[in-house]
């Protein structure tokens, strides 16, 4: 942690020092993101998983504590982070339509970089693939030239999970031998070296680079080395805190995890639906296996992070890290993501920027060495500075932009379908390198998610646009987490915020991890409130209705 002092000299130095150090005019950026993973790191106080290298990005970084996506789902919530708007205004809920046809032509993240001078590069998932980015990863809007892809990603659906008895199998625990593997190899594997090699040769180029690397675990299937299982034996994995579903929890909330379920050694359990629950032992090996995903996703993001040291671009690179949504592991009787509750919404949000949250480094001195979590499991890094108010990953883009020096993004109309570049999200760069002990004032954060009924049905996890009949918009503040479900017409994009089909309200001071649903007894208060123009806005003026109801014991 640096000491005012620090930070002066640190500032001052950069100043003297910029015209040597950047030959190049700016800063480059290194944008790494993680697929599925909830802050299940150790720089987030976790208890269990081992993320050394993250941690030490974080000793080095602002962290932000209560970071949230717009939607817990990829392809939304990468199309929503890399354009700063939110889903509404992608008009993207599932993976079937590209924003630039379907709702306007924003532009991108990498794109406004590329279009001030950088080189643009895209390594593994960074875009949604498919549809949802044209089938081009947005390229040529997005990237300076062609995105990379692992070749071995292509048999990560395939049979070649090797049971106990030999037979191979397209699992959802699939611990491997690499030798063995098609192509000897997996797909994070090449992710790291395809960004090693673009560092090494973006090094002594004329123009800054925006690197976008993109890991594919923790994602399922857990197709990882299996070596990883050792960090986490399974005698020592213990269930979700609350792995029952909630007794009020509305159906319309809940996430059948339909995905978990067309796993082959998944359908073997030949399990009840909607709510299973998966057998016990079962649910601790999910466990294991999504910590040991994290350990190996966590080595490679260690692996890019030294070749950027050992290149001497540490200095002059931001460093971003964070993931497109989190992931349920058995809370609230829920796997995978597809709902608003905080461990499906909540994600790691970590920024580096040499200088400013942490010292330049002296000559010769290390920035971030490799730590190799089988052998240094005793290694300790520092905090980091801690922010502790809700942010969200539309803010991301405003940031990025605001630290490297670029022309600042205005702030988007109601509606912006027309308008090419702005930003549903605020820069967070004036706050980097700043120590947060609590949080000043309210904050909120919001996210949502669509369903096709009210009942629970095979397509609840995610509905195709046409099929959308309600949309739970959803408000993280401080105290609460708020959820309203209601009319969606998919046809024309609307929700009805007065046709109020269920709700859900949870006070985190009493109930951190959201079980106790207490919606129900303020509902009458809806019935006094109209709706706002903007929903965000609505979930604001029933929040504090709420809360001074509670306050007052009001009888509403």
Same mark, same amino acid.
């Given at each position: ?17 910029? %015209? ?26 976790? #208890? ?28 939304? &919530?990468?199309?929503?982070?890399? !354009? ?14 590209? +924003? ?28 949604? %693939? ?5 089938? !081009? ?8 030239? %062609? ?77 990882? #080395? ?50 299973? %629950? ?48 989190? +992931? &349920? ?5 829920? +796997? ?51 922010? $502790? ?48 002990? !609590? ?38 503040? *401080? ?12 046809? $024309? ?15 985190? &001071? ?5 079980? *106790? ?40």
């Amino acid at each position: 942690m640096l000491s005012q002092a620090q930070a002066w000299l640190s500032v001052l130095l950069l100043h003297f020092m910029e %015209p040597c150090i950047f030959a190049k005019g700016k800063f480059n950026v290194l944008f790494i993101i993680a697929d599925d993973l909830r802050p299940t790191l150790g720089c987030y106080s976790d #208890p269990v998983v081992k993320s050394p290298n993250i941690d030490q990005l974080a000793s080095r970084s602002t962290v932000f504590y209560n970071a949230y996506a717009q939607q817990a789902v990829c392809g939304p &919530s990468r199309t929503s982070f890399l !354009t700063s708007r939110r889903p509404d205004t992608t008009k993207l809920y599932d993976f079937n339509s590209y +924003w630039r046809v379907s709702a306007g032509n924003y532009t991108t993240l990498p794109q406004y970089f590329k279009e001030n001078g950088y080189t643009t590069l895209s390594v593994g998932k960074v875009f949604h %693939p498919g549809i949802a980015s044209n089938h !081009t990863d947005d390229y040529p809007y997005s990237w300076s030239v %062609p995105t990379y892809h692992p070749p071995s990603f292509r048999y990560e659906k395939r049979k070649v999970c090797k049971n106990k008895d030999g037979t191979l199998h397209s699992n959802l625990l699939c611990p491997v031998n690499v030798s063995e593997m098609p192509l000897r190899t997996l797909p994070d594997l090449e992710n790291a070296e395809e960004a090693i090699r673009l560092l090494k040769q973006m090094k002594d180029t004329e123009s800054p680079f925006f690197l976008a690397v993109g890991f594919y675990k923790p994602h399922i299937p857990f197709r990882i #080395p299996q070596e990883y299982l050792k960090l986490y034996p399974i005698e020592n994995m213990t269930l979700a805190p609350d792995p029952d579903v909630p007794k009020k929890l509305p159906d319309v909330a809940y996430n059948p995890w339909t995905d978990i379920r067309e796993r082959e050694d998944v359908k073997a359990l030949n399990l009840s639906f909607p709510y299973g %629950p998966i057998p016990k032992d079962f649910q601790l090996r999910i466990r294991q296996h999504y910590f040991a995903s994290v350990s190996y996703m966590d080595a490679q993001v260690g692996k890019v992070l030294q070749a950027l040291d050992d290149l001497d671009l540490s200095k002059e690179t931001i460093v971003a890290f964070t993931s497109d949504h989190g +992931w &349920s592991l058995g809370e609230h009787g829920e +796997w995978a993501k597809y709902s608003n509750f905080d461990v499906a919404t909540r994600v790691p949000l970590i920024v580096y920027k040499p200088g400013v949250t942490s010292p330049l480094p002296r000559p010769g001195e290390k920035t971030f060495s490799y730590v190799d979590v089988f052998e240094n499991t005793q290694e300790q890094f520092g905090e980091g500075y801690k922010v $502790h108010r809700m942010v969200e990953l539309v803010d991301v883009f405003p940031t990025l932009a605001s630290m490297a020096g670029l022309p600042l993004l205005h702030h988007c109309p109601v509606p912006s379908f027309k308008v090419q570049l702005c930003t549903e999200g605020f820069s967070l760069a004036r706050i980097l390198g700043r120590q947060e002990w !609590t949080i000043k004032h309210q904050s909120y954060a919001y996210s949502q998610y669509p369903r096709p009924s009210d009942t629970i049905q095979q397509n609840s996890d995610l509905p195709n646009l046409a099929d959308i009949r309600v949309m739970g918009y959803s408000l993280r503040s *401080n105290d609460y987490r708020y959820t309203l479900w209601v009319s969606f017409d998919p046809v $024309h994009f609307l929700a009805n915020l007065t046709d109020i089909h269920a709700g859900e309200l949870y006070i985190l &001071s009493e109930d951190p991890g959201q079980d *106790n649903n207490i919606f129900d007894e303020f509902t009458r208060a809806l019935l006094k409130l109209g709706a706002q123009p903007q929903w965000t806005e609505s979930l604001k003026q029933h929040l504090m209705y709420f809360t001074a109801a509670s306050k007052t014991k009001w009888t509403l």
